[in-house]
């Protein structure tokens, strides 16, 4: 931002738009002639001009200004030119013979308005020529005269003019003329030199007195007028100090030993100074940086105009002024004068500035910390997942191994039963038959005894049985899948009353014990699904061999799967602990579990590779050995 | 399948080979068999493989074994024995009560079927029964 003072033109001379000169003359064609330079200019500036001059003046002027080559009619037209009849023009303006200040502000005030408005500019200066107060002079009415004049000056403090008044010097003869002649004059600001003045026609001394009358009033008018410029100049300064006393920014001067000469009131408030202790002390005295003092004075020095210099000013009290100064030197040839400088306050903005930066990076830095809290807890997270992955891989891993570890903890369980507690029970029972035998003979009521004791251990041994086969297909490792799987459906008919058709392949070899006790397992879990959940009343299981694959089909004719749970087993690929189960027994063999469901009843598939290696044991291979 | 019963009619010193893991079974099994006159142990096997040796080398007249044994269960020494003696009667004695194995066993071609709980009533009868060329299986078969 810079200092923008847009300083107004004080100094200007009124002289450029307001003139009441008066003209002495001696001849007409002389008068003409002048009266021809004064409108010309005029009308070369493209301003107006009003002429009020006797019919034979305003004929001669047309025939000047023609053989000038103005172009008087256009400007006539345009309503710049305007030449009124001095006598008529007179008649309007007085009232019982005397001027009368409401006809003639009336009157002269309209007519220069409106050739003014001509211009097309109304604030334009209007150059009038006017014969009408030398008319009244002529007429002896000096009194009338002089109060015409006056009203002339008075209508100058509202209208911009230049008005040109003509006196023949006829009407100056005696010395009786004197005085008033020179109190005429003292209404004028300039007394123009009489003309002709051409000393070949004879001089100063050809119109008698008044060439001194007139060099008087000349003398006593330039003296009058400077002291009215001088006056105004006096005014004009003082209102251009009051405006930089009392200017918003700062203003000073620094003369050429860098101290202090002057400095406005805002300047001092802004800084905490009284003037008696800031004027006459070195300018770089109230700069915080030394540097930029150093710097601001070469530059001036190098009559460099400096334009938002950014420094920074200590007040009184100590605290610091962030300002902007636009300054430059005034020179006087290659003498320094002083600077004039004008120093703008910018500390609120740059507190603002400052402060607006601090919450930028306040904002900035919490942005950051946020991130990098965001990619820490990202880190965890994904730590977390990585362990969660790895626990659930342990968790299936275990599950796989659980399920192992039971199956083969049923097995050595139930072969425990069997081979075991079993033998030794058919063994006692066999005892106690062979006893009874002997007995019968002898004790009958022994006997007896003993055939109930057999009938007991008969029954234990069968509930042995039972427990021995529900914790492992009894027939599984004796003559494999397809006689436990017989063994299993007719057990579950027989419980359950749901006809379970079994159809299985003719020649099955055997497969690895761990698939064949997978296989059971699976049916042995969908089986107690269709009694529990489904409703059907019949079942179909079917293993069979295609491409490679064991495949085993259990399918019911019951009322499906719920929707809800079926969406599950789809999103998440498992629903309840007998799908999961299924799907961790065969996922040790890469196999995979397709469930489909309808209102007509549900079908388990599951797809197992058979390899040669793992999978597939000859029974007849192995029965040869 | 329908209970024949066994006639008295049988010729003397019946060899017979016995095979189950269990020795304490195995000697209870001997002496029901061998209070019977006319019939003698010729042998004794704690295992299918073994069995099948034995059967092999002592050609008995009967041959009761066992099913749930180490090595070679039972069903399959029976098998490998029809292989080389199709005519050897081989009575099954098991545990077992199961239907699907009393049917693989008569697939197999096993002559009898009986179960440990009832060997001491009807061992004696099933080894007279296969002896004379009839079959001996659980009423219900």
Known sequence: MGLGYALPDLLSSDDERHSHSVQLYSEDASLVDALGDFVDAALDRGEAAVVLATPQHRRELTRELITRGVDISTATQQGRFVALDAAQTLSLVLLEGRPDPARFASCIGDVLARARMATGNPLSTVSIFGEIVGMLWTAGKFEAALQLEQLWNELSATQSFHLRCAYPIGAFTGSEHEAPFLKMCAEHSRVLPIVPISPEIGGDERFGPLTQWQQKAALEVEITSRKTVERALKHRESELVDLLENAVEGVQRTGPDQRILWANKALLRLLGYPAAEYLGRCFADFYVDPGEAGDFWTRLMHREELYDFSASLRCKDGAVKDVLIHSNGLWEGDRFVHTRTFIHDVTERKQMERALQQARDELERRVAERTAELREKNEQISQQWEKLDQTNAGLRELSARLLHAQDEERRRIARDLHDGTGQSLALLCMNLSAMQREAQGLNPKLAQGLTENATIVRQVSAELRTLSYLLHPPLLDEMGLSSALHWFVDGFTERTKIRVALELPESWGRLSDDLEIAVFRVVQECLTNVHRHSGSATATIRLYEYSGNAVLEIRDQGKGIPPEKMSRISSVGVAGVGLRGIRERIKDFNGALEVTSNGDGTTIRVVIPLTPASSRLQVSAAAAG | ?141
Not at chain 2, 32 to 45: D, I, M, N, P, W
Not at chain 2, 62 to 69: K, N
Not at chain 2, 118 to 136: H, P
């Open chain 2, 1 to 141: 399948m329908a209970l024949l019963f066994a006639s008295a009619v049988l010729r003397d010193n019946v060899r017979i080979l016995v095979a189950d893991d269990q020795e304490s079974v195995r000697k209870r099994v001997c002496a029901t068999l061998t209070s019977r006159a006319g019939f003698e142990v010729c042998g004794e096997a704690a295992n299918g493989k073994e069995a099948v040796e034995k059967a092999k080398a002592l050609q008995p007249d009967l041959i009761i074994l066992d099913i749930t044994m180490p090595l070679m269960n039972g069903l399959e020494a029976a098998r490998a024995i029809r292989s080389f003696s199709p005519s050897t009667p081989v009575l099954i004695l098991s545990m077992h009560n199961s239907k699907q194995l009393i049917e693989e066993a008569h697939r197999i071609g096993v002559d009898g079927y009986v179960t440990k709980e009832d060997a001491v009533q009807k061992l004696l009868q099933a080894a007279e029964a296969v002896l004379q060329d009839q079959t001996f299986f659980p009423p219900d078969t």
